[in-house]
């Protein structure tokens, strides 16, 4: 499995395999058929709030970087995540599209980071939390 990061406005290729939007909002100027999407997982993206302030404060990357972490923490970014992990598990290539300027730090940076496994993924998401989730939904459906 390789994962790659890309800002969304660069040409698709098919090296990228399935293309994943995890920006909150639609970048300017682009279509949705040139961005030639899989997926756009705007529960993925950093809140409004958090967005501002870092771009406020690029100086400030790792605690950015902890605060979005919790923020994945909360039940509806863990639907998300799980979404992705699911998509990691599906596919054999997977790109992580952002609109930033910033290359080099942003919050597909952090989501490749937690994919790779080089970061601990939020509490009560990941692999496992996916399979138990899937479990009770399929015992409330009964």
Do not use: C
């Amino acid at each position: 499995m390789t994962v790659a990061i890309k800002r969304v406005y660069e040409p698709p290729s098919p090296k990228d395999g399935a293309r994943v939007l995890v920006d909150r909002l639609w970048p300017r100027g682009l279509t949705k058929q040139a961005a030639a999407l899989d997926a756009w997982l705007k529960d993925l993206a950093p809140s409004d709030e958090l967005r501002k302030w870092y771009h406020a404060h690029p100086e400030q990357w790792s605690r950015f970087r902890e605060r979005y972490l919790k923020e994945l923490a909360s039940e509806q970014a863990g639907a998300a995540l799980q979404q992705l992990y699911e998509l990691r598990d599906t596919h054999d290539h997977l790109t992580l599209l952002f609109a930033s300027r910033n290359q080099e730090r942003n919050n597909a940076l952090v989501l490749k980071q937690l994919i790779d496994g080089d970061r601990k993924p939020p509490i009560g998401t990941g692999p496992i939390a996916a399979v138990s989730a899937r479990r009770a939904r399929a015992v409330r459906r009964r």
